[in-house]
């Protein structure tokens, strides 16, 4: 959010009234959390099917940005159906309860490495910390991370994912940024 001066009134504004989603091909669009929040560092990927699947969620702290973006498209919130996580980190996964929040219907599909990491963050952050020194600091930069219902979670390894429409997303294991990397 930026603070605008306006007859000595602050007004608030999301950064998503100023970009726009980057078209890929005619289904898929990229979201570059960096020009969404001062803290972002990575992109969300929009695929249309029958619906959305994001791939990834980027952090809490843009989740209503990723949203207004979604309503830029002529879409709902409504419409995202499915979220497939690469890894678990915060800067690409911190987002998810957030969302899963906000569409409670909405299917998490995650390594099975990280599958417990979604649902129950709990170490995720307390390992966080080493890195951020603080609770304060990770939810300064990360925003809240809120634990994900086990009703919402699939664990995938080597699966495809049939999204509607014709489209299929292939999803396999590619560990090396980290262990549980799809």
Known sequence: LHGLKKQGKTKETHMYQQVKPEQIESNIYFIDSRRLSRFGVS????????????IET????????ILGQVRQLGFAKKDIRNVVLTHVHLDHAGGTGWLVREIPRLKVHVHERGYQHIHDPSALIESAKI????????????????????????????????????????????????????
Do not use: W
Request: glycine share 12%.
């Open 131 to 182: 890195l951020y020194d603080s609770l304060e600091n990770i939810i300064a930069i990360h925003g809240q991370i809120l634990p994900v219902n086990q009703d919402n979670l699939i664990s995938v390894t080597n699966n495809q994912l049939d999204i509607g429409a014709g489209v299929h997303l292939e999803i396999f294991e590619t560990p090396g940024h980290a262990p549980h990397h799809l």
């Open 43 to 54: 992109g969300v990927y929009l695929v249309i099917g029958n619906g959305i699947t994001l």
């Open 58 to 65: 980027g952090t809490a702290l843009i989740g209503k940005d």
